[in-house]
Structures are given as structure tokens and as C-alpha cells.
């Protein structure tokens, strides 16, 4: 998912902890609760070095902590390159709230 913000309305390490409250386990490679996969791992995109330092400090907050049940050492990227997702490999909680993936896994999510 690809997020455009408005640094000066919500900063970066905000983001991060909004991301970090809703993935399941940041620990598990290829992979989110049932979804299995490389377009599952969890990945840091940083724009310059500055949020990279925030991502790094934060992790590392998270894993003094123990907040997960493994250590975290998610690797970060810069300026990812994104491109749009066919709309027919796509289920949407909003256009298919009763398919049971959506039921199962995200409706939880929405209602907490």
C-alpha cells in the first residue's frame, strides 16, 4: 500500500507507529497472519536518511520492549517504484464484506 501524507499534518514516526499497531507480526518473513508470500513481507520505505534513523530508533524501541515475539530487523528501501493493482486481483472489505477472507481477517481489524 503506498501512503502520500502531509509531513507537517502527521510525521513519519507517527506513521510508523500507526503501521506497527495494526501488522500482525513484523518477525514473520513472507508472510501476514494467512497471507503467505513475498508480497507479504513486512518492509521499511524510507525517503532519505532521516526517516531511515526514525525507523531504525523506533524498531529498536519495539524490540527493547519485546512488543513482538522475536526481534525485528526489517530491512528499509528508498523511493520504492509502485505501480496499480489489477482491479480483479483485488477483494475489498467495502465491495465484498461478506467474502470469508474478509469476515475471518479484516472485520476484526476494522471493528477494534
Known amino acids: 500500500m503506498r501512503i502520500t ?8 514516526g507517527k506513521l510508523l ?5 495494526v501488522v500482525q507480526d513484523p518477525t514473520e518473513l513472507d508472510r501476514q497472519g494467512p497471507d503467505v508470500g513475498p508480497s ?4 521499511i520505505f524510507a525517503q532519505d536518511y532521516t526517516q531511515q534513523k526514525i525507523a531504525n530508533a523506533y524498531i529498536a524501541q519495539l524490540n527493547a520492549a519485546g512488543s513482538f515475539p522475536a526481534p525485528m530487523s526489517l ?7 509502485f505501480s496499480r493493482q489489477r482491479p480483479t486481483t483485488r477483494i475489498s ?5 461478506n467474502n470469508p477472507y474478509i469476515v475471518a481477517n479484516d ?3 476494522l471493528a477494534s
Open 107 to 109: 472485520l476484526p481489524k
Open 5 to 12: 501524507y502531509d509531513p507537517t499534518q502527521v510525521s513519519y
Open 17 to 21: 507507529q500507526i503501521c506497527f499497531a
Open 40 to 43: 507479504y513481507r513486512s518492509v
Open 93 to 97: 472489505s467495502h465491495l465484498h464484506p
Open 75 to 81: 530491512p528499509w528501501r528508498r523511493k520504492l517504484r
